[in-house]
């Protein structure tokens, strides 16, 4: 089956400094690829996605890359605000797996006013 | 529409005890997902559901683990009996279809004396 591995595990930026999440997959197949934020106590929330037929996608601060060849996808968050500050969790599907997602284990940023 | 809604919103049983935990996917989603999430195992996906039935449920950890879908708007979890190795947040989420983020409810955290 699929296996996602994200990196690093925890991330401390300074307010205003951009934040980097990277994630790698196994399985080729795969042509979904979500993020989702939980806050402390809440629920992950999907924040951003991109599917296997584009390479960048962007949403005012956040923007997600996509390299299929190497199989790694990557979250990059500028100007960061204390707001930011949660765990961020990416995951990968394909779509013949009906939508089944696998997620990474998760980074914990801490963005430092 | 109000969401994925999950309850209770918290559980405290003692070991042994059947549990049963409910979820009413949003309208319209094909999709219900089951996820268990803790600190050491991250989010586990325990079983999903297209249509009403069961797809994939090779995360159910075991047999005191039990999932239905009786209509497109109801779902329920029961451990039976529950131990305390159980304890964590479970999450119910649905999507409306393939490659497509999903939407979490709030959880069910269950705690197991």
């Known amino acids: 089956g699929e296996n996602v591995e994200q990196h690093p595990s925890t991330l401390s930026v300074q307010e205003g400094d951009s934040a980097v999440i990277k994630c790698t997959y196994s399985d080729s197949a795969s042509n979904y690829f979500p993020w989702y934020k939980q806050e402390l106590g809440k629920r992950p929330q999907l924040i951003i996605d991109i599917r296997s037929n584009v390479g960048e996608k962007k949403d005012q601060r956040i923007a997600v890359t996509l390299n299929k060849t190497a199989k790694h996808f990557s979250l990059h968050i500028t100007e960061t605000q204390p707001e930011d500050s949660a765990v961020y969790f990416c995951?990968?599907?394909?779509?013949?797996?009906?939508?089944?997602?696998?997620f990474g284990g998760g980074t914990r940023v801490l963005v430092k006013p | 529409d109000a969401g994925v809604i999950q309850s209770p919103r918290h559980e405290v049983t003692e070991m042994g005890q059947e549990v049963t935990l409910r979820c009413k996917p949003i309208?319209?989603?094909?999709?219900l997902f089951w996820y268990r999430q803790t600190m050491m195992r991250g989010l586990e996906l325990l079983i999903y559901?297209?249509?009403?039935?069961?797809?994939?449920d090779s995360g159910m950890p075991e047999d005191r683990f039990s999932a239905k879908m009786p209509n497109a708007s109801f779902s329920t979890l029961k451990i039976q009996p529950s131990e305390p190795r159980d304890s964590a947040v479970y999450f119910c989420?649905?999507?409306?279809?393939?490659?497509?983020?999903?939407?979490f409810g709030s959880g069910t955290r269950l705690t197991v004396v």
């Open positions: 559901f297209n249509n009403n039935v069961p797809i994939d």
């Open positions: 995951a990968a599907s394909m779509g013949t797996a009906g939508n089944k997602l696998t």
């Open positions: 989420a649905s999507s409306p279809g393939q490659s497509y983020g999903y939407t």
């Open positions: 309208s319209g989603h094909d999709y």
